[in-house]
Each structure stands twice: as structure tokens, then as C-alpha cells.
């Protein structure tokens, strides 16, 4: 068993130092399928051994129950860990299946009062506006995300899916630590405007669903067939019918990569994201999810991988041609508003 723990970066001109790979939560209680709590569990102690220190989590993951599942872990280790949930996603009394997108100051100040009691902390490390409101202005939003940090309920701020323009304004009024937007292999449009916009702000980089929501490590071809019922990926364009057959077909050049560096393919689209840092001249922190034990030893292991210019060049080309966007609707996503 290793205890290497990995390298670390800081989130963003003023943010915490993190490991520079995360943990995302969200799977522990939400969207992907069946979950094992004593493994989730198991998982959140591994990753702190092997050196990630940045835990994602958000009130929308099962309607807050991903925070409470955080809650005795943060109690043990509340030190040692860099906590980043969001708000945003307002789930309705009457149909706990709709999430209605709010950014409005009331709506936010009684959000962090539930998040900070749901998690058992006096204070948010990372506090995200999970999804945009386009009928709020953005410094009207952060405007109050600002007077949290000025009340020592939360340390820093940050975006999720969030255009450049967004971002520039945002930073105006308050300091912006991180965005979070979806970036992989498969998924690359936010190097258009909203990478070098973070770049040029001094602001870190989380990449969430870094494995293309597992798709990139072929632990499933098909959502509709190899997925249980309910599972969040069945309804996403990319991973079902002719689409997820000529994406599988995609992986080639991960597997052949993988296979010269005697890595599996999940550890190369990892290693892309990683080296993407370098690529633009930021703090890139990808978040991949996982409730596995085994699994985060496997994706921080790639934090030691380096690819060379060749393989990532063959890598490059892979998301011009996936087919499907990565959501079914894409006006809640940066790409959607651009
Ligand atoms: N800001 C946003 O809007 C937003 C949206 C989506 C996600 N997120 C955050 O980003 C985090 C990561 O994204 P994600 O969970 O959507 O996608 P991801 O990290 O790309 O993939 C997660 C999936 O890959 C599987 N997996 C992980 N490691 C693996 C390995 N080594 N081998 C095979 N399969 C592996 C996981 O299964 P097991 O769990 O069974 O291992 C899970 O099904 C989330 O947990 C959440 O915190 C944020």
C-alpha cells in the first residue's frame, strides 16, 4: 500500500493550497446509482493519506443529504481538509426531481446557513454559485458572496460554469479563487475563453467530471444498457444509443497510450487534465469522482504520469469528435451562454 502523497498547487493568487487532485463527492449520494456508505467512507480517508485535501461537494447532491454524509468525516479531519460546496440548484417542496437556478442575495444568505449546518462546520473553505441566473446581475451575486467572507462564514468564492465575461466581472467585486467547469478529454470548450480569462485573473481551475463521468475509463459503453435505472448518465446525449458507440470507439488511442505507459486509461485522461496546467499556464485542479478505495489510489497515481507531445496531440484531437453535448440542455453550461 502507498502513502506517496501527491503534489500541491495553490487555488487561485490568494487561495488555500490543495493537493493537486480532489475528491469529488457527489457519487457517494447522488446521480450515479447504487452506493455503498461504508466504501464512500473508506474513500474519504484514503484520499486525505494519499495527499488530496480539496473535497467537492454541493446542497444540490441529494437535496443536501451528500453534505450530512460529509459531516463525521469533516468533524475528524475539519484541520486537514479544503471544504468547496455551492448553492444554486433550489429544489422545489413539490417535486424534488426540478431544480429551479437561484443566485438572489435572500436566497443565498439562508443557502450557506443550511449548507454550514448540514456539514457541521463553522466555515465554508470554498464557497461556489453552482449555476448562473442570468435575471440576477453577477455582482449582485457575488456582492453578497463577498459580505459571507467579510462575516467569516466562508474563505473563499467561486464559479462553476461560468462564461469569461462572467468570471471578469465577478472578480471585480471579490477576489475569485476558482472556476469549476467540466473539462476532459471529451469535454474541451472552455479553453476558448473562460481558460485563458482564469489565466489572466489569477485564478485556478477545477475540473469536474475529469473522466468524462467514468465513460473515459470504459467502465461502461452504454448508459442505457450498462447503467442502472435512475442513473443521471442515461439521460446524457453523449453516452447512449449511436452516440456511445462511436464515442467508445474514440478510446483507442487512450487504451494504446495507457498501455505504453502501463497505466489504465482512466490515469491517461486524468494525466491529460493534470498536464493541461502546464498546457495554459494555470493551477488546474481536477476533482474526479469516485466511492471506490482502490480507485482513488488509481487516480492519484496519475498525478505521476507525464505525456508527451506526441500523445497529447492524439489526445487533442479526441473531443472534435465526440458526438452529443455533454449535457442535454446546454444553457445552464459556460458553452451555452458564449
Ligand atoms: N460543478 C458542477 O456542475 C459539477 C457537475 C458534475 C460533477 N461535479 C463534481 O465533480 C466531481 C467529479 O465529477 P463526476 O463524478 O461527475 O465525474 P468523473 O469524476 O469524471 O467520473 C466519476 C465516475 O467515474 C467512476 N470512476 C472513478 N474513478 C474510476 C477509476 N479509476 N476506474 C473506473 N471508474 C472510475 C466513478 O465510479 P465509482 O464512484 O463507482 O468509483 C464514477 O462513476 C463530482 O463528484 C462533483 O463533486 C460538479
Known amino acids: 500500500m502507498t502513502h506517496r502523497t501527491i503534489p500541491t498547487t495553490a487555488l487561485g493568487a490568494n487561495g488555500p493550497e490543495v493537493g493537486v487532485q480532489g475528491l469529488g463527492c457527489m457519487g457517494m449520494s447522488f446521480a450515479y446509482g447504487p452506493t455503498d456508505a461504508d466504501a464512500s467512507r473508506a474513500t474519504l480517508e484514503r484520499a486525505l493519506e494519499l495527499g488530496v485535501t ?3 461537494t454541493a446542497d444540490a447532491y441529494g437535496a443536501g443529504e451528500n453534505e450530512r454524509f460529509l ?5 475528524a479531519h475539519r484541520d486537514e481538509v479544503v471544504l468547496a460546496t455551492k448553492f444554486a440548484l433550489s429544489i422545489p417542496p413539490d417535486d424534488p426531481t426540478r431544480r429551479i437556478i437561484r443566485n438572489d442575495p435572500p436566497y443565498i444568505r439562508r443557502a450557506v446557513e443550511a449548507s454550514l449546518e448540514r456539514l457541521g462546520v463553522d466555515v465554508i473553505d470554498l464557497y461556489y454559485m453552482h449555476r448562473r441566473d442570468v435575471n440576477v446581475p453577477i455582482e449582485e451575486t457575488v456582492g453578497v458572496m463577498a459580505e459571507l467572507v467579510r462575516e467569516g462564514k466562508v474563505k473563499h468564492l467561486g464559479l462553476s460554469e461560468v462564461t469569461a465575461d462572467e468570471l471578469r466581472a465577478a472578480h471585480a467585486v471579490h477576489p475569485i479563487a476558482a472556476v469549476q467547469s467540466e473539462w476532459s478529454l471529451f469535454s474541451r470548450d472552455i479553453e476558448a475563453r473562460v481558460v485563458p480569462a482564469a489565466r489572466e485573473l489569477g485564478v485556478a481551475l477545477v475540473a469536474y467530471s475529469p473522466l468524462g463521468r467514468g ?3 470504459g467502465s461502461f459503453a452504454d448508459a442505457e444498457q450498462d447503467l442502472t435505472a435512475g442513473d443521471f448518465r442515461r439521460q446524457q ?3 447512449t444509443g449511436d452516440n456511445a458507440a462511436r464515442n467508445a470507439a474514440l478510446l483507442a488511442p487512450v487504451r494504446d497510450i495507457a498501455a505504453a505507459h502501463g497505466a489504465t486509461p482512466g490515469q491517461i485522461a486524468l494525466a491529460w487534465v493534470h498536464q493541461q496546467a502546464t498546457v495554459h499556464g494555470l493551477p488546474v ?7 471506490k478505495p482502490t480507485r482513488v489510489e488509481e487516480n492519484t497515481a496519475a498525478t505521476a504520469l507525464t505525456l508527451t507531445g506526441e500523445e497529447l496531440a492524439a489526445l487533442n484531437a479526441i473531443a472534435g469528435k465526440v458526438a452529443g453535448d455533454r449535457y442535454a440542455d446546454m444553457t445552464f453550461t459556460s458553452a451555452g451562454r458564449e
Open 54 to 56: 480539496l473535497y467537492d
Open 71 to 75: 459531516a463525521p468525516f469533516l468533524k
Open 215 to 217: 465513460f473515459l475509463t
Open 237 to 239: 446525449p453523449r453516452f
Open 285 to 291: 485542479v481536477p476533482i474526479p469522482g469516485t466511492r
